[in-house]
């Protein structure tokens, strides 16, 4: 589903994310941690298409991210650590306004705009201003619009700040069950027990670079992700 060959990132000088590959098979959860400032989101910015690379390559279910960004945008959904949302706007408005751009059409657009509502628990509250929403109807509903146009790939950089235990719970049930549709989850969190808990694979970047990647196992063998992860990125020092 993602197929990156030695993308990199720079700013003049500053080199904000190494030479690195990655492979992300469909139906699978892939976790990505890091400290702040590592390098994720540049990363997912870069694989959501929004970042240009400086070097390298991308592809998004086959198709080339710089040669036909329109067709490898269009199977992914993309969730920014601070997505912006209409305030103005109720939920049901906001989702039809997304459906538009997507180039969704009627009858499929009512169905899915139901469906995602539904999904997420918002059905009661659709006719509602998004402004009298709390921080956990926000995310889902921002949740809900990535998930609208029914894409292949969702891409989400923290989802679960914020969010109280029953709103953390739903969420992964939804990267669960996104990725046994066969559809694929790519996540950066700092919630180190939610990627043990719901990701397939994962790695993890440290000032740019990857320095562990594979399965839960893999990266950690007997001992504790968090432990893993510290050592890896310097705070057992």
Excluded: W
């Excluded at 997507?102 to 499929?108: F, L, N, T």
């Excluded at 009661?124 to 929403?133: G, I, K, R, T």
């Excluded at 921002?142 to 923290?158: F, Q, R, T």
């Amino acid at each position: 589903m993602i197929r990156a060959r030695q993308i990199e990132k720079r700013y003049a000088a500053f080199q904000a994310v190494e030479p690195l590959d990655l492979d992300v098979h469909a139906g699978e959860v892939f976790g990505f941690l890091g400290l702040n400032g590592a390098g994720k989101t540049t990363t997912l910015r870069m694989l959501a298409g929004v970042l240009p690379p400086t070097a390298g390559s991308i592809e998004i279910d086959g198709k080339d991210l710089t040669k036909n960004p329109v067709e490898a945008r269009r199977c992914m959904g993309f969730i920014p650590d601070r997505p912006y949302l209409y305030d103005k706007l109720t939920a049901r408005e906001f989702l039809r306004f997304l459906g538009e751009v997507y180039g969704m059409v009627q009858p499929r657009l009512d169905e899915r705009l139901a469906a995602v509502l539904a999904q997420q628990a918002l059905t009661e509250h659709a006719d509602q201003l998004v402004e009298s929403y709390s921080h956990g109807m926000k995310q889902r509903l921002v949740l809900s619009g990535a998930l609208l146009h029914e894409p292949k790939l969702l891409i989400v950089d923290e989802p679960m700040v914020g969010l109280d235990p029953r709103g953390t719970k739903q969420i992964k049930e939804t990267f669960r069950s996104f990725a046994a549709e066969g559809r694929t989850v790519f996540l950066s969190t700092h919630t180190l027990a939610v990627a043990a808990e719901v990701c397939d694979r994962l790695a993890i970047i440290h000032k740019g670079k990857i320095a562990r990647m594979g399965t839960i196992n893999e990266v950690c063998g007997d001992e504790a992700l968090e432990d893993v992860f510290l050592r890896i990125t310097g705070g057992l020092e």
